[in-house]
């Protein structure tokens, strides 16, 4: 069987028994060669390019292994060599739409190399900088990107993207599919090892739970892949077609967070070694260093919890790449911040205003008050404390304590 793919249709047709699709990228026809594959829904449905003519815009392909095509579903070109660029002119009429909204984050999709996503972070900046997205320093503060990986030529600059990018996801759905599948597991895993490395959050998505689309259970090979992406050190795992489209959404929920759950307490009863993010200590970033002092201080008064006021959400990130087995606190008064914070592993956000008289003792005493609060420490437990003068400002922490609970000259206090 055949298909003509053309540009400009609105619905696929049927012509003289040869099945004719939409395509929203017109420049498939010259840049797919004949015996090239072209892909549909993640590779569900293959084909291989048989003959282009340009002059008439149409791409003829014949179906290898067909299925059933529904509207809206991407088409992959691994042989072919896309010229589309990362960002078009209606991503960036959805980057400013994203911007006048307020969105917490930004995901690039099909990112290629580390210019693409310094870009849109340019591009963010000012457009933040002249809208209502202003820190209270008067400085244009953007929305992070997120980069997806998710083509070949991002695994071969992986080290430069992760550096450019704020966050990192492993979108193993399209990588599958532009890859050797049998790679994808090697892939993720130093995908990971990138991300640990240079200090970025890391979300690996895509078919996690895929059974559960239709079925009450996961099989065990989804279970067991949901806890080694936790054992890797993946800062999130995400649904997608599970919740979006799936029979189960709340029980597909559910049983993940059982899952992680089962492997972090197996994680915390191992012994830990400190995992900071070497690229940053290499560069001698302050408070990556700062943070992985304080795992050592953490580990040698046997402290109960890890709290700092991370303005912006800086040092939480780096507390949360050192490896900590014990909850890690971070306060905030800007109410962005502490929503993004979510992002990092083990790492619980208050949104609070620092204290009237600006006094870290202060701030040491609502700390302990909302730890024995919440039941995570009990009289008499150590905890360490990063903070910096003023509190409320970013990028000022620059300094370490450890408080006793019940003791009021002890940490800040004394």
């Known amino acids: 069987h055949d298909v003509v793919f053309r540009a400009g249709l609105n619905e696929g047709v049927v012509e003289k028994g040869v099945t004719i ?10 840049e797919v060669a004949p015996g090239q594959r072209v ?3 993640d590779g569900a449905i293959r084909m291989l390019a048989v003959d282009a003519d340009a002059a008439r815009g149409e791409l003829r392909a014949r179906v290898t292994h067909g299925g059933l095509v529904t509207s809206g579903k991407g088409i992959n070109l691994p042989e072919s060599d896309v010229k589309a660029p990362a960002i078009t002119d209606r991503d960036w009429t959805c980057v400013e739409w994203a911007v006048e909204n307020g969105l917490d984050f930004l995901a690039l999709s099909f990112v290629r190399e580390a210019r693409e996503v310094l870009e849109l972070k340019e591009r963010l900046s000012g457009m933040c900088s002249i809208r209502h997205d202003v820190d209270t320093s008067g400085k244009g503060s953007s929305i992070p990107v997120i980069a997806k990986i998710e083509k070949p030529q991002a695994v071969a600059n992986l080290d430069a993207i992760v550096q450019a990018a704020d966050a990192v996801m492993v ?6 599919v532009e890859m050797d599948i049998a790679k994808v597991p090697v892939v993720q895993h130093r995908i990971l090892a990138a991300c640990h ?3 970025k959050p890391c979300i690996v998505a895509t078919q996690m739970l895929e059974t559960m689309t239709e079925n009450a259970s996961p ?5 067991s892949d949901v806890a080694n992406a936790i054992f890797d050190g993946a800062d999130a795992v995400m649904l997608s077609g599970e919740t979006a489209v799936g029979k189960h959404p709340v029980l597909v929920l559910e049983t993940m967070r059982r899952i992680i759950e089962a492997a972090e307490e197996e994680q915390n009863a191992a012994a830990a070694d400190a995992r900071p993010p070497t690229r940053m200590i290499e560069q001698k970033y302050r408070t990556a260093a700062l943070a992985h002092g304080a795992w050592h201080v953490a580990r040698d008064v046997g402290a109960a919890a890890v709290v700092c006021w991370s303005e912006s959400g800086g040092s939480a990130r780096y507390l949360s790449q050192t490896g900590f087995r014990i909850p890690i606190l971070a306060y905030s008064s800007n109410p962005r911040s502490t929503r993004r914070m979510g992002l990092l592993r083990g790492v619980t956000a208050i949104e609070t205003k620092p204290p009237p008289t600006g006094r870290l003792g202060d701030w040491a005493t609502q700390v302990e008050k909302d730890l024995l609060t919440r039941g995570w420490v009990k009289p008499g437990d150590s905890i360490i404390l990063l903070a910096g003068k003023p509190l409320g400002v970013p990028k000022v922490v620059d300094s370490m304590a450890v408080m006793t609970t019940g003791d009021p000259t002890s940490g800040y206090r004394s």
């Open 197 to 199: 490395q240079w200090g």
């Open 21 to 30: 699709l939409p395509t929203t990228y017109p420049n498939m026809i010259r």
């Open 219 to 223: 099989t065990r090979a989804e279970a």
């Open 39 to 41: 892909l549909i829904n």
């Open 171 to 176: 979108a193993r759905g399209d990588l599958g």
